[in-house]
């Protein structure tokens, strides 16, 4: 069972930056796509980010050029580094990654979020 723990949320003030990491554990045989979504206060949850197992990169428009997504194989971690925060990136953030377990079994986890709140 993969399982993704999310870190880094914080308050910050308007124009500031933060790093989300979003720890991965398990067995993990390959991966296929990641992603980062995030819930403001009293919406639905939103896309903000994908990145695929090709590299290719997705981002909300909201966030296109102050945010990138990315992954260190390695520490079997993916990142959000957020810059030039804005009150309306408040919200919870939660990363979601898919993958395959073994050749004949897949998996699509969520983390549990993190708090962002930017504000004055």
């Known amino acids: 069972q993969v399982q993704l723990v999310e870190s880094g949320g914080a308050l910050v003030q308007p124009g500031g930056s933060l790093r989300l990491s979003c720890a991965a554990s398990?067995?993990?045989?390959?991966?296929?796509?990641m992603g980062w979504y995030r819930q403001p206060p009293g919406k639905q949850r939103e896309l903000v980010a994908t990145l695929t197992s090709g590299g290719l990169t997705n981002y909300a428009d909201s966030v296109k050029g102050r945010f990138t997504i990315s992954r260190d194989n390695a520490k079997n971690t993916i990142y959000l580094q957020m810059s030039s925060l804005k009150p309306e990136d408040t919200a919870v953030y939660y990363c979601?990654?898919?993958?395959?377990?073994?050749?004949?079994?897949?998996?699509?986890?969520w983390g549990q979020g993190t708090q962002v709140t930017v504000s004055s």
């Open positions: 979601n990654e898919r993958g395959r377990t073994s050749y004949f079994s897949m998996y699509d986890t």
């Open positions: 398990g067995r993990i045989f390959s991966i296929d796509f």
